[in-house]
T-cell receptor, first 114, second 116 residues
């Protein structure tokens, strides 16, 4: 079985500051990992995904994440926060080679302060 | 627009009534998923289809819930005898075929249900 834990349900940063959203996973087989973003009253949009290629993954809107097997982590970062980054962010995991569904974390609400 | 389409976007109903949501996936996607999301939580898996076959159902999917995908294209999710605890956002997603796929899900904007 797979699961993800997102540390910190709310994160606040100042505009221009580093964004760091934490995700740890548990998986009995090599995982595929994803970060999604959700704006109010909208569906989820994929930011980036790790599928066992490069461990540093670059996504849209300047976000990136690094897969660290030794730490079972897949933290999301962005060097400089923008007001438009304010949203809820979800980490998700799926077992590689499986047709099954993604398992999501409980989400981190990012607030960007002016 | 060739994304995942869901309707209605909002539904307000009284307890005990039946409701039905529809999802139209991206046309070339043969996998279709339903998730439920409550306030402050991540999406929780309900069920998924490969073509018209319903291959997996979560224990969250009580017998009041039924999902169909009759021709392997659009899907419906029906909730019978709604309860206030059913109030949530119901999300539909689709994905590309093949077990070798990376499993990226493409989500619709969701159908928000409020049960009074």
């Amino acid at each position: 079985a797979q699961s993800v834990t997102q540390l910190g349900s709310h994160v606040s940063v100042s505009e221009g500051a580093l964004v760091l959203l934490r995700c740890n996973y548990s998986s009995s087989v090599p995982p595929y990992l994803f970060w999604y973003v959700q704006y109010p009253n909208q569906g989820l949009q994929l930011l980036l995904k790790y599928t066992s290629a490069a461990t540093l993954v670059k996504g849209i809107n300047g976000f990136e994440a690094e897969f660290k097997k030794s730490e079972t982590s897949f933290h999301l970062t962005k060097p400089s926060a923008h007001m438009s980054d304010a949203a809820e962010y979800f980490c998700a995991v799926r077992a590689s080679g499986s047709a099954r569904q993604l398992t999501f974390g409980s989400g981190t609400q990012l607030t960007v302060l002016p | 627009d060739t994304g995942v389409s869901q309707n209605p976007r909002h539904k307000i109903t009284k307890r005990g009534q039946n409701v039905t949501f529809r999802c139209d996936p991206i046309s070339e996607h043969n996998r279709l998923y339903w998730y439920r999301q409550t306030l402050g939580q991540g999406p929780e898996f309900l069920t998924y289809f490969q073509n018209e076959a319903q291959l997996e159902k979560s224990r969250l999917l009580s017998d009041r819930f039924s999902a169909e995908r009759p021709k392997g294209s659009f899907s419906t999710l029906e909730i019978q005898r709604t309860e206030q605890g059913d109030s949530a956002m119901y999300l539909c997603a689709s994905s590309t075929p093949g077990l070798g796929g990376t499993g990226e899900l493409f989500f619709g904007e969701g159908s928000r249900l409020t049960v009074l």
